[in-house]
């Protein structure tokens, strides 16, 4: 049973980390249909954009409320969706919307490499620590196990994170209509919603999430350039067993990496990374499409 109770916490605590990287990916993929390979990448910025605002927080008498640097992580993944998001969305990708999908997938991964020698100009290439956040909110016993509170504090900010995004998708105004975009864009357009608005919004949230997910890690990793070249694999996993585009597929996705992953570390470390490919090529020969692939319109 401790070895049951080990797994299942490892589980949640790594897939609920999975879920706030590959989320932001799922989303942009839902509405523009750009599979985003660049995703790596601004996870990796909002690590980096984390470290440099945390570090300055404290430097500048953060240690009188430590608690605050928590909202400087959120703050730092602010910064590069607000920056980011709408340059990347308005000065280049609006320009390949509806092209094929190979041209868009090498677009991105483009931008990929031009965001990665972009950090290396802005932040060099020595490693970055930040590891105050880490440590503030102590450590959690459970039975014969001890973890540190921050693991748990991921978990709640992935279900916070997924709840947000499925009560604004499912229960506000804005997001009814981003819904009829992701359906139909032609017929949403032609009853007047600013399709170019909501590709622009929609892909700054997702740059949010991603860096969001890059912020959240940055306290429990050395950020380092490369950063977010497995991210990106681990998010593609994801989403491809969840179904593209589904953010219920992204949930459940993540959580059967991450116990699959928890139980292979426990049981068979050796096979720690083939697991998840092997759980993404068990879902794909029984649904090709993903545990909850969006409706496919057909023209008849």
Not at 8 to 33: A, Q
Not at 265 to 274: D, M, S
């Amino acid at each position: 049973m401790e070895l049951l109770a080990t797994i299942v916490v490892d589980g949640l605590i790594f897939g609920g980390w999975l879920f706030i990287v590959s989320v932001g990916l799922t989303l942009v993929f839902g509405v523009l249909n750009i599979l985003n390979i660049a995703h790596g990448s601004l996870y990796a910025m909002g690590a980096y954009a984390a470290a440099t605002l945390v570090g300055v927080y404290f430097a500048n008498g953060g240690d009188a409320f430590p608690m605050g640097s928590y909202v400087a992580l959120i703050v730092a993944a602010l910064l590069v969706a607000v920056v980011v998001g709408p340059v990347l969305e308005r000065w280049l990708l609006r320009y390949f919307y509806g092209r094929d999908e190979v041209l868009i997938v090498l677009v991105t991964y483009g931008v990929f490499l031009v965001l990665e020698d972009v950090m290396k100009l802005i932040w060099g290439v020595e490693p970055y620590f930040v590891f105050e956040p880490y440590s503030l909110l102590g450590d959690v016993e459970i039975g014969p196990l001890f973890y540190v509170g921050y693991d748990f504090a991921i978990i709640a900010a992935a279900v916070l994170v997924g709840l947000t995004v499925w009560l604004v998708l499912n229960r506000t105004r804005t997001g009814k209509i981003v819904l009829a975009v992701i359906h139909d864009p032609e017929m949403s357009q032609s009853m007047g919603v600013n399709i170019s608005r909501i590709y622009r919004w929609a892909f700054v949230a997702g740059v949010f999430l991603a860096a969001l997910g890059g912020a959240l890690t940055a306290p429990m990793i050395s950020v380092t350039p490369g950063l977010g070249v497995n991210v990106i694999i681990l998010a593609f996993a994801v989403v491809i067993i969840g179904g593209l585009g589904s953010i219920e597929g992204a949930a459940i996705g993540a959580l059967m990496v991450g116990i699959a992953r928890a139980a292979s570390v426990h049981l068979l470390p050796e096979a720690e990374l083939f697991i998840i490919y092997l759980v993404m090529a068990a879902v794909l020969l029984w649904r090709p499409e993903g545990l909850f692939a969006k409706t496919q319109a057909r023209k008849i």
